[in-house]
């Protein structure tokens, strides 16, 4: 079946996979420090309003990308101040996150658009052909014939595995998630990292959700994010805590959903499948592999589980 | 007093409170360079305490710190790490997933930006070869033996240039084999220069090996002898004060004790899936009626796994149980109790108790399909009295029945869940008690009543199976050890004298030329 190896097919996977990853490395980086985040559908959407917003007033993409990861990076200092200085329960704190982003995001659209007839729009960005690399038949044809932020977030693969396994930062942020108290008995301020584990891993966020208008739709929907936030949560496990296992995660889950997105819209075929039902697809798909991947994959030990030096255990 | 040499460390009047509960009174202690000093009191006495606030872990309430004659605040252990405290924990605080390597490195990677594991790997190894350790660096933590991961939490500790060297009851889970070479490598640390502070609650460690002994009672120093003042008498005196040690109880007479008829329990070949924890391989032996009989082994070797195969919580894929002659293999936990057999569960809060429950209601569990006439009713009254009648009888430190479990100290938690056991014997008809590390953690007043309910029922004709990690303990209760290791049976040794280095060399895993 040639509609599924189809070159405009593999084209908008890598588009869909982006703002999946993006997100997926920051929840990465935040969840290696020992915090689990499950707010993150809440911050995408925060990300996705403000990303939206202040490029459609200030004209500049980048501007818009900056203000959506600061905004990113607020909302989830909110959860580490809950977890981290209060110990709070980290789920309960998460959810309420969720919630709070879900609900602040429409509600800041409206403060700033009002009423209108017709929605505003912003212009999506543009693919950028990376010369010779993307001369390449085929593989430059998918991979570099993008746009800016599908580029970023190779780099970002590549820059956070890097952080992450190559560098003794990273190598003291993985202790605080395996082992809070080891790493405080040889001087590591556990607090510090994990704040900034989540101070950066909420720009992360913030960027994965200013993606879906500037790229995706044009413009700002309530419902913009779409259980994306979930899936990168789920692609983190899937990954097994490892950006490069996630990154392979978030293709398949993206080739998936960029398959419905096709199927959907060729008339031949929407007469047969019901458009409901392929929109279910990378869901279903979703599941089904976790359930098999899932299955032994071991978290950080001290993950959803605050410190405190002076307990007694 | 012997003023040996100048002070390395001082601590004056240290006081430190958890909430309501003061574990540190107005304490003084110091240690010199060059030598091994222990701090030798019972469980609770605040030595652990005292330590933690010098390497920075918890924070003094009041008291003044001086290293080298210098005072110095530690607040963090960062500051600990400056003035050269190193401490190793009792349960060893490493990164599992790490490697013994990157464990050192952590904190002190000598580098900035770029990792580079391989460019420290010389310093550690020649830090290494100088202090006599030996260990795979490259090994996964979580896969290495309690030994060697102390060890690496040595090594740790120097490479972060610790020259005060903390302790915290580092033989617990070594064979005594491993203490001997931990007590050497110690010894020639003391020589060396480093002031080494070993903590412990085991008298004759004490004697064998320090230089000074500072004692410690209910979070108050009692003093600071040096060894050649010391016995074992005067130790003890200053260690329980008043009170004394407790009666000794009556040693085990071996096997020869032995009642006749069925043993009260057979295990026949037991095989368990590994999916279940540690595989338990062909695993056989019988306790006889009106005997102890001791596990020895290091935790983790299907210690539990075994306790709960027998007591019916996870399934025996090959081989049998008997209790008292009748095949139970098949039966359930509560098939099981009600033919006699009972269980002290290793970890008490998480398997012993329910916390929230009061504590008659904790009384009645597992007792409750024969205490009530009433089937199916709950009769509180019933529960209450008995719930009267245990914390009078078994000397429970609680308010009244009414107070929930979780309340209770560790020592009381353990006496309800051995008082339950105990009344379950009776009422059960008593064949076989399986006690699983009973008296990890309490004092010597808590274990001495949990020995002395462990010989009642020996006395009355039942089997006792005893699981400890303390080989001491299986010493003193047992008529007969086997050695358990990697889920197989290495061994027996009929009591009641025993060879401690030969059933360490099968601890160790050593099957052929047991002993030295």
Known sequence: MSLLFDISLFQLTLLMMAPLIIACLGETIIERSGILNVGIEGIVTLGSVTGFLLTYYSGSAIIGCIVAALSGSVLTLLLAYFSITLRANQIVIGLGIFVLGLGISPTIYRLAVGVVQSIPQVPTLKEISIPILGSIPFIGEIFFAQNGLVYMSYFLVAAVSFFLFKTPLGLRLRACGENPRAADTVGIDVARMRYGACAVGGLFLGVAGAYLPLVISGSFTDNIVNGRGWLALMLVIFGRWVPVWSFVGALLFAYVDAFQFKVNALPQYAKIIPPQFLLMLPYVFAMIVLVQVARGAESPRALTRPYDREARD | ?516
């Open chain 2, 1 to 516: 007093m012997t003023e040996t040499a100048a002070a390395r460390v001082e601590m004056h009047d240290v006081s430190k409170s958890f909430g309501q509960v003061r574990a540190l009174d107005a304490v003084d202690f110091e240690a010199a360079k060059g030598e091994i000093h222990a701090l030798l009191g019972e469980n609770g006495a605040g030595k652990t305490t005292l330590m933690n606030i010098l390497s920075g872990l918890y924070r003094m309430d009041a008291g003044r710190i001086a290293v080298d004659g210098r005072e110095v605040d530690i607040g963090s252990p960062q500051d600990a790490i400056a003035v050269g405290v190193g401490m190793v924990h009792q349960h060893v605080e490493l990164i599992g997933n790490f490697t013994a390597l990157e464990n050192i490195l952590l904190g002190r990677e000598g580098a900035r930006w770029k990792l580079d594991v391989e460019a420290r790997r010389s310093s550690v190894e020649e830090l290494a070869a100088n202090y006599g350790l030996s260990i795979p660096l490259d090994e996964q933590v979580k896969t290495l033996p309690a030994g060697i991961q102390q060890k690496v939490e040595i090594l740790k500790a120097l490479y972060h240039g610790a020259d005060i060297l903390i302790l915290d009851e580092p033989t617990t889970m070594l064979t005594p084999h491993e203490v001997d070479g931990l007590f050497s490598i110690l010894k020639s640390f003391a020589k060396g220069g480093l002031t080494v502070v070993f903590i412990t609650h085991k008298i004759q460690e004490v004697l064998d090996n320090c230089d000074r002994i500072t004692v410690f009672r209910g979070g108050r120093k009692i003093d600071t002898i040096p060894r050649e003042e010391a016995t074992r008498e005067i130790l003890v005196r200053m260690m329980m004060g008043e009170r004394g040690m407790p009666p000794e109880g009556e040693r085990p007479t071996g096997p020869s004790a032995a009642r006749e008829g069925h043993p009260a329990l057979s295990v026949r070949g037991v095989r368990t899936s590994a999916k279940r924890g540690v595989p338990l391989r062909d695993v056989a032996f019988d306790v006889p009626r009106g005997l102890i009989v001791g596990m020895a082994g290091i935790s983790g070797n299907g210690q539990k796994e075994l306790a709960e195969a027998l007591a019916g919580l996870i399934e025996v894929e090959e081989g049998e149980v008997h209790i008292d002659g009748e095949d139970v293999s098949s039966l359930s936990v509560a098939g099981r109790i009600a033919r006699g057999m009972s269980l002290l569960p290793q970890d008490r809060i998480e398997e012993g108790i329910l916390p929230g429950l009061s504590l008659a209601e904790n009384f009645v569990l597992g007792l409750h399909p024969h205490i009530f006439r009433r089937r199916g009713i709950f009769e509180r009254e019933a529960v209450h009295e008995m719930g009267r009648n245990a914390i009078a009888e078994f000397n429970i430190l609680a308010r009244n029945e009414h107070v929930p479990a979780a309340h209770l100290s560790g020592g009381n938690i353990q006496k309800t869940i051995v008082a339950r056991s105990v009344m379950l014997a009776h009422t059960t008809g008593g064949k076989v008690m399986i006690a699983n590390n009973p008296t990890r953690g309490l004092d010597v007043m808590a274990a001495s009543f949990v020995h002395g309910r462990l010989r009642e029922l020996r006395a009355k004709g039942a089997g006792v199976l005893l699981i400890s990690e303390d080989l001491d303990e299986l010493c003193l209760m047992s008529d007969r050890i086997v050695v358990i290791y990697a889920g197989e049976i290495l061994g027996a040794f009929d009591g009641p004298k025993y060879d401690i280095y030969r059933i360490g060399a099968l601890m160790a895993g050593q099957k052929q030329g047991a002993g030295s």
